[in-house]
């Protein structure tokens, strides 16, 4: 089927061809970009920078303030962890039920240090093919280091971060794979 789009007027209109690989904005559905031929559709999410700011969430008070010192600090201020001899967290786990306030947390760090924000959800990583989500989570870390700084913020990170079990199944195999990659990513 046949879909149209429209095409950003910055977007040299010779290099879109049959086949060829884009990017399209979320929302608006217009290409924004046409990606390399070696760029892999795989990773379907482009770095973004959100417009959330810690004033825009009623609350977390503690919460935005540990964020702030494992986080932000490190992005904005690195010599101070260089000065003291340690290396800053290079991640952080935000748990709670939903609706609690974890994306707009992860959004409001990415805001405050001007960084990129990638968005996943969890079981977007399992796959129907063996391989392809270790392969997904390696996408989605080279387009985050590409963004660079960059905050990645994996929604549902249970569907794959469970606890370490003999697996029976080649599908539980597959789970493990892509928690040992994302671990290897970290």
């Given at each position: 089927?046949?879909?149209?789009?429209?095409?950003?007027?910055?977007?040299?209109?010779?290099?879109?061809?049959?086949?060829?690989?884009?990017?399209?904005?979320?929302?608006?559905?217009?290409?924004?970009?046409?990606?390399?031929?070696?760029?892999?559709?795989?990773?379907?999410?482009?770095?973004?920078?959100?417009?959330?700011?810690?004033?825009?969430?009623?609350?977390?008070?503690?919460?935005?303030?540990?964020?702030?010192?494992?986080v932000e600090l490190p992005l904005t201020h690195p010599e101070?962890?260089?000065?003291?001899?340690?290396?800053?967290?290079?991640?952080?786990?935000?748990?709670?039920?939903?609706?609690?306030?974890?994306?707009?947390?992860?959004?409001?760090?990415?805001?405050?240090?001007?960084?990129?924000?990638?968005?996943?959800?969890?079981?977007?990583?399992?796959?129907?093919?063996?391989?392809?989500?270790?392969?997904?989570?390696?996408?989605?870390?080279?387009?985050?280091?590409?963004?660079?700084?960059?905050?990645?913020?994996?929604?549902?990170?249970?569907a794959i971060a469970t606890k370490r079990f003999d697996a029976?199944?080649?599908?539980?195999?597959?789970?493990?794979?892509?928690?040992?990659?994302?671990?290897?990513?970290?």
């Amino acid at each position: 089927s046949n879909t149209l789009v429209r095409v950003l007027s910055t977007i040299d209109k010779e290099t879109l061809k049959p086949s060829a690989s884009i990017a399209m904005h979320r929302h608006s559905n217009a290409v924004v970009k046409v990606l390399p031929p070696e760029s892999d559709a795989g990773v379907r999410l482009l770095a973004e920078k959100p417009n959330i700011s810690y004033a825009d969430i009623g609350g977390l008070d503690v919460q935005k303030q540990d964020l702030r010192e494992a986080v932000e600090l490190p992005l904005t201020h690195p010599e101070l962890y260089d000065q003291i001899g340690i290396n800053p967290p290079n991640g952080v786990l935000l748990y709670g039920p939903p609706g609690t306030g974890k994306t707009l947390l992860a959004k409001a760090v990415a805001y405050h240090t001007s960084a990129s924000f990638i968005n996943v959800v969890g079981s977007e990583f399992v796959q129907k093919f063996l391989g392809e989500g270790p392969k997904m989570v390696r996408d989605v870390f080279r387009v985050a280091r590409e963004n660079s700084p960059c905050i990645v913020f994996i929604d549902e990170i249970d569907a794959i971060a469970t606890k370490r079990f003999d697996a029976a199944t080649e599908g539980d195999r597959e789970v493990q794979r892509i928690l040992m990659e994302l671990l290897t990513q970290v």
